[in-house]
């Protein structure tokens, strides 16, 4: 089943790959960045909310939707580094960026590369602040994988598994409540390029014990960006419990968690989501960088005094 494009999408090449994006509304710039297996039509129910007093610019992260999916470097270094050259070539020097999943791990490493260019951080079920995630997403980096995957988006079985997952998330109990999600990414997995880019993507970021990267050890940065972390209380792919963990080492940071929300909370609930998303914009001031603090802060680490910017109490 293909997914809905509720939006025009445009289209522009960066060192000879082709990137699709999506860019409505006007005013101050929100960049949205999809999680694993998705793409920018996983933000539909939120973007024209959103569009009415922002930019918003939606891109397929390169490997998924309709951007290429070469043989290329899928890390999360390697996508902030894209998101860059992409807001680039549009003209658009700062942005809110707004990550959910492997997104929230772009957008984290996004600000640590670019902290000029960052004005907000708001991090949607991310990735990067825990060991613990789905089996459903470890299972990616094992060598049978695009095999398996392989065979079982073969049409009769592919029809009859993503079927089951559809039923099972409208009807089952909440440990089954994304599987409408897994059955969108499974229709994906038809093209082998996808299949590939999707395991790069994986390895680069999860291993057998569980998530490799960490922003746990940089999180004293985000003391001067105003930082939301927006959370389902009944997400499976990522435990909620790791907002906790994030405000332990960042005191900080907002946490909003959406009751009864998986882990795609943006859909599951969108009028609260956008709503949670306008409040830390009308009350918190974007970042203003500047090197000779930005400088003190690494070198002082963890305990470098908070300073600058005062970011809002928490919501939730």
Known sequence: MARTELHEVSFVDIH????????????????????????????????????????VIAPDLLGHGRSAKPRADYSVGGYANGMRDLLSVLGIEKVTVLGHSLGGGVAMQFAYQYPERTERIVLVAPGGLGREVTPLVRVVTTPGFSAAVGVLTTWPLRRLLTTGMRVAAAVGPSLTHDLDEVAEILDTFVDPRARRATRHVVSAVVDWRGQIITMTDRAYLTRRVPTMLVWGTADHVIPAHHAARAQAVAPTIRVALVEGAGHFPH???????????????????????????????????????AGGLAVAPSAG
Not at 27 to 47: E, K, M, R, S, Y
Not at 269 to 274: I, L, M, N, T, Y
Request: glycine letters at 8%.
């Open 16 to 55: 000879g790959h082709r990137r699709a994006y999506v860019k409505v509304g006007s005013g101050p710039a929100i960049l949205l960045l999809h999680g694993l297996g998705c793409d920018h039509t996983t933000w539909n129910p939120v973007i024209d909310r959103l569009a009415q007093t922002h930019t």
């Open 267 to 305: 859909k599951d609930a969108p009028e609260e989501f956008v709503a949670l998303v306008r409040d830390f914009l009308e009350t918190t001031a974007p970042a203003r960088h500047n090197r000779g603090a930005f400088r003190a802060m690494l070198r002082a680490g963890a305990a470098a005094p």
